[in-house]
Structures are given as C-alpha cells and as structure tokens.
C-alpha cells in the first residue's frame, strides 16, 4: 500500500487539528484508508501525519487537489510541507 509522510509547521497545534479532523470525510473520499498523527516533543506545532492510501494515483490526486490547498490555508500551515510518497516494504 502507499503512503503519504508529511511534515508541516503550523501557527497553532489546535487550529491545526480541527482543520485536519474536519478534512477526514475529504481524505476518505479521497482514498486516504488510515492515518496517524506525530509532533515534535521540543516543538508542539511541528506536525508529521502518515497516511496510508488505496493507491498511489488517488494520493497524488489528493496532494494537488484545491480542497487540500483550502485545508492547509484554514490549518495555519507556514511555509512549505514536506511531502514523500512511499510504499511500505516488509
């Protein structure tokens, strides 16, 4: 399965979370099958989520995609997320 890793720094880790809990409907209907949510211990506002996608094309869709773009504007994200797509590999 794919992955998406994003790191992103936001203005505020609350503001952050609502925006990502209300984006779950837009993931899922994206693609996205689970996620999980990280921050830094010395920073709370640098975030890292994984999510896991049913296929690559539908995670790159979703990376492009204006509702992602309006949902990282309404999450206070500063400057440029760091974005991988991986494939998990046993």
Do not use: H
Not at 15 to 28: C, L, T, V
Not at 44 to 51: A, F, G, P, Q, Y
Not at 78 to 88: H, M, Q, R, T, V
């Amino acid at each position: 399965m794919p992955f998406i890793f994003v790191r992103c720094k936001t203005e505020n880790y609350a503001r952050w979370k609502n925006a990502f809990n209300d984006a779950a409907d837009m993931r899922k209907n994206g693609g996205e099958i689970n996620s999980r949510v990280f921050r830094s211990p010395e920073n709370k506002n640098e975030i890292v989520t994984l999510m896991e996608w049913k296929n690559l094309k539908k995670a790159q869709k979703f990376i492009q995609s204006r509702g992602l773009r309006n949902c990282m504007k309404k999450a206070g994200i500063i400057g440029k997320p760091d974005i991988f797509f991986l494939n998990e590999i046993v």
